[in-house]
């Protein structure tokens, strides 16, 4: 079992930033596959970025340019920096761990993308 952690959601203007966090339980988070979805209003749950374990990435075009995906081992931590935030940003950001082909899910931070 892994349990998944998010923070770091918010109220920002346009074109300002956030970094997420998604703190994950696990002796061998080295070897999961880690990645961001979100879920905005009246919407179906997108991948936005992922990180295999050897820190390969990939991100929807979308957010191509603006988002950056890390992870850091020593801490059992992802990260998802997003920059120049836009209000279509705006949803439900959920982090998402994949191990031995099963997924797993923390239960969301809000991200609000306003003036």
């Known amino acids: 079992q892994v349990q998944l952690v998010e923070s770091g959601g918010g109220l920002v203007q346009p074109g300002g930033s956030l970094r997420l966090s998604c703190a994950a339980s696990?002796?061998?988070?080295?070897?999961?596959?880690m990645g961001w979805h979100r879920q905005a209003p009246g919407k179906e749950r997108e991948l936005v970025a992922l990180?295999?374990?050897?820190?390969?990435?990939r991100y929807v075009e979308s957010v191509k340019g603006r988002f950056t995906i890390s992870r850091d081992n020593a801490k059992n931590t992802v990260y998802l920096q997003m920059n120049s935030l836009k209000p279509e940003d705006t949803a439900v950001y959920y982090c998402n761990a994949v191990l031995n082909g099963i997924h797993y899910w923390g239960k969301g931070t809000l991200v609000t993308v306003s003036s």
């Open positions: 696990g002796s061998i988070f080295s070897t999961y596959t």
């Open positions: 990180i295999t374990s050897g820190s390969l990435t």
